[in-house]
């Protein structure tokens, strides 16, 4: 590895990855074993950092002509192209190209699957409220150590048509009365365990709220172990609010992802939870 490059290993797949200027450049060896396989997990470790870390920044994948290297052809006018079964189009500079010269780029589906759904609104079930709520879960969290994951994970929710009240995001502007019937208004209450989320006095207050109220408890906990608020599990139990440790009990924390390829599974599932809550 050096400052601007690296020599990397996806199982058989070997791949050069090489910074110049505004570019990241992916090269694969030859002989390979699924290169598009590997180009696809690492698009998807990608787009889950962007999301996570800057989710402005503008970005578009190109594809390098293997005929011809100083070509290159945008993803989405390829993946047109290949739609409309055309045999040629034009590249980034209008140079003509052969669609099939870049069949093994799709030997393994489409490169940006993964990211389908991620930043447009996509309904991902009818999940109708009662009268008396107005939201399908109430995320409860330390700010300084999970408060990104929440904004990503209610954006996330959102955009399958979830209603979502994010606790601690307007911290300060909202009474305790006021963060206590947001509670009362969502068909269940997530908990998002970190490293010192027992220490907040808000998040234990909302806790106690859910639980008098006799709210559905869902848990997430931070997974990643370079995360500021990461513990080990036993932690949560050790800390947790004598009134409050049966909640693990007879409830799977899900760990959270932020890896695309994981993410995906990651929100069906906890969609599913809060819909059967």
Same mark, same amino acid.
């Given at each position: 590895m050096a400052g601007n490059k690296a020599i990397l290993r996806f199982g058989l797949s070997v791949f050069a990855l090489e910074q110049i200027g505004d570019k990241i450049w992916f090269r694969v060896k030859r002989d390979s074993s699924k290169p598009a396989s590997a180009l696809k997990?690492?698009? *998807?470790?990608?787009?889950?950092?962007?999301?996570? !870390?800057?989710?402005?920044?503008p970005w578009e994948? !190109?594809?390098?002509?293997?005929?011809?290297?100083?070509?290159? %052809?945008? &993803?989405?006018?390829?993946?047109?192209?290949?739609?409309?079964? %055309?045999? *040629?189009?034009?590249?980034? #500079? @209008?140079?003509?190209?052969? %669609?099939?010269?870049? @069949?093994q780029f799709f030997e393994d589906g489409s490169l940006l699957e993964d990211i389908h759904n991620t930043t447009g609104i996509d309904v991902? @079930?009818?999940?109708?409220?009662?009268?008396?709520?107005?939201?399908?879960?109430?995320?409860? &969290?330390?700010?300084?150590?999970?408060?990104?994951?929440?904004?990503?994970?209610?954006?996330?929710? $959102?955009?399958? /048509?979830?209603?979502?009240?994010? /606790?601690?995001?307007?911290?300060?502007?909202?009474?305790?009365n006021e963060m206590k019937a947001g509670i009362l208004a969502s068909k269940c209450y997530l908990l998002f365990l970190t490293k010192t989320v027992f220490s907040s006095k808000a998040v234990c207050m909302e806790l106690?709220?859910?639980?008098?109220?006799?709210? *559905?408890? !869902? !848990?997430?906990?931070?997974? #990643?172990?370079?995360?500021? /608020?990461?513990?080990?599990? *036993? $932690?949560?139990? $050790?800390?947790?609010?004598?009134?409050?440790?049966?909640?693990?009990d007879a409830r799977e924390s899900m760990p959270f992802q932020r890896r695309l390829y994981l993410a995906e599974p990651f929100y069906d599932e906890l969609i599913r939870r809060i819909d059967s809550s």
């Open positions: 997990m690492l698009l *998807s470790m990608f787009q889950g950092a962007r999301e996570a !870390l800057y989710p402005d920044l994948l !190109l594809f390098q002509s293997p005929t011809d290297a100083s070509v290159l %052809v945008a &993803h989405d006018d390829l993946k047109e192209a290949r739609a409309s079964e %055309v045999k *040629s189009f034009e590249s980034v #500079d @209008a140079t003509r190209v052969k %669609v099939a010269d870049f @069949a991902f @079930a009818d999940m109708p409220l009662n009268s008396r709520l107005q939201n399908h879960v109430f995320l409860s &969290h330390e700010q300084y150590e999970a408060g990104d994951a929440c904004d990503l994970m209610a954006e996330k929710l $959102k955009n399958r /048509g979830l209603k979502v009240w994010v /606790g601690q995001r307007t911290k300060g502007n909202l009474s305790t106690a709220t859910a639980l008098e109220a006799d709210k *559905s408890i !869902l !848990l997430v906990h931070e997974s #990643d172990l370079n995360r500021v /608020g990461f513990a080990n599990f *036993s $932690k949560y139990i $050790k800390t947790a609010p004598k009134t409050a440790k049966h909640i693990f």
